[in-house]
């Protein structure tokens, strides 16, 4: 939109720029997401493969060390139990933040839907000031 086509009515004017910006920012958003989601790909990928890395490194010095790598059993089976509670409690967690989103997403809508009703609300509450102080005794 051209400055030329602005209104000179400031709440047109307004209105009309807030819609322009979230016209803008609805085409930006999905391109914002997928480059979001692309590094926090790459940044789990370089996470595993550095851990990757480091252990090959040190196995292969404790083996050309000799330095013995074996573990006893019950230390073996508590970190994989470890683990095991790792990966649940990731799983628990990331459910909890999926409900919690879902649920602000969905009180959004709500309130989108009632912003028409707050407004008249408002409005008639203004109105009925302006009545009240402009009432002639």
Known sequence: MSTQSQSSDAYIMCKQNVQKYFENVTKQTPQYFQSVTHLQDECMK???KTITATVTLHQEFAKKYGIRTDIPDIVKTTIVDTN???????????????????ATVQNI???????NAFADLNKNIIHSWMNS????N
């Not at 095991?84 to 879902?102: E, F, H």
């Not at 809508?109 to 912003?115: P, R």
Request: aromatic share 6%; glycine share 0%; charged share 20%.
């Open 84 to 102: 095991k509670q790792i990966v649940q409690a990731s799983t628990i967690n990331n459910q909890l933040v999926k409900t919690t989103i879902d």
């Open 133 to 136: 102080f402009t009432q002639k």
């Open 109 to 115: 809508k709500t309130f989108n839907e009632n912003v």
């Open 46 to 48: 370089t996470c595993e």
